[in-house]
């Protein structure tokens, strides 16, 4: 079993729609980050969120933290093709050990 | 550019080969992280170096060895290395553990 289960693991969508991608977990965690990657490129920090219910926005990405701190998900709204990308949600786990789930990979098609 | 420099960008070596991939952190972080990445496997934890020190280990091989030096870049060296090594290589860092790093651009290495 992954310690992150991130769903759905593939979406192709058209340019303005919206969709939600979502990372769960059984353990409870202090915080837990989402990052876009490009291919090619290192992954980027798009937010980290640290308290339960926590809602967090960056422009069209809205990022909320489970209220038990188990689980997060990301919400785009009116997706255009620069989000395309592999999300990935990530955690710090067993004091300083750091473990990534699998990724979304998104596709936006025009 | 987000700071973190790796160096080099492509690799390509003969298996049974030793090879070096080099991390210099962003201005101010004190933490090294390296991943490794692979079609199959993703993002993988290998090792964290804190100011010079090891941190935290994650799946990192025996034939892998990692060091941070006193000007707080870090060098990966990878031994006896073998065709399911080929990937790419991240190193990130961070100014504390737990709030999300900074990656470089990455190191990809092949074997052959």
């Known amino acids: 079993t992954q310690l992150l289960e991130q769903s759905p693991q593939f979406l192709s969508i058209q340019e303005g729609e919206n969709l939600t991608v979502y990372c769960n977990s059984s353990?409870?965690?202090?915080?837990l980050q989402w990052y876009r990657q490009e291919p090619g490129e290192g992954p980027v920090l798009l937010v980290t969120v640290v308290t339960g219910g926590e809602v967090k926005k960056l422009k069209r990405l809205t990022f909320q933290f489970g209220d038990a701190r188990k689980d997060s998900s990301l919400h785009i709204t009116a997706a255009q093709t620069g989000d395309t990308g592999l999300y990935l949600c990530?955690?710090?786990?067993?004091?300083?050990?750091?473990?990534f789930g699998s990724g979304t990979k998104l596709n936006v098609k025009p | 550019d987000s700071g973190v420099t790796q160096t080099p960008k492509h690799l390509i070596t003969a298996t049974g080969q030793r090879v070096t991939l080099r991390c210099s952190p962003r201005s101010g972080d004190l933490s090294v992280y390296w991943y490794q990445q692979s079609l199959d496997q993703g993002l993988q934890f290998l090792i964290q170096y804190y100011n010079g020190e090891e941190r935290a280990k994650g799946n990192i091989l025996e034939r892998f060895s990692a060091q941070q030096f006193p000007d707080l870049h870090s060098e990966l060296n990878l031994s006896s290395l073998e065709l399911g090594d080929s990937a790419l290589y991240f190193c990130?860092?961070?100014?504390?553990?737990?709030?999300?790093?900074?990656f470089g651009s990455g190191t990809r290495l092949t074997v052959v």
């Open positions: 353990s409870v965690f202090s915080s």
């Open positions: 990530a955690v710090n786990y067993n004091f300083n050990k750091f473990y």
């Open positions: 990130a860092s961070s100014v504390e553990s737990g709030y999300g790093y900074t």
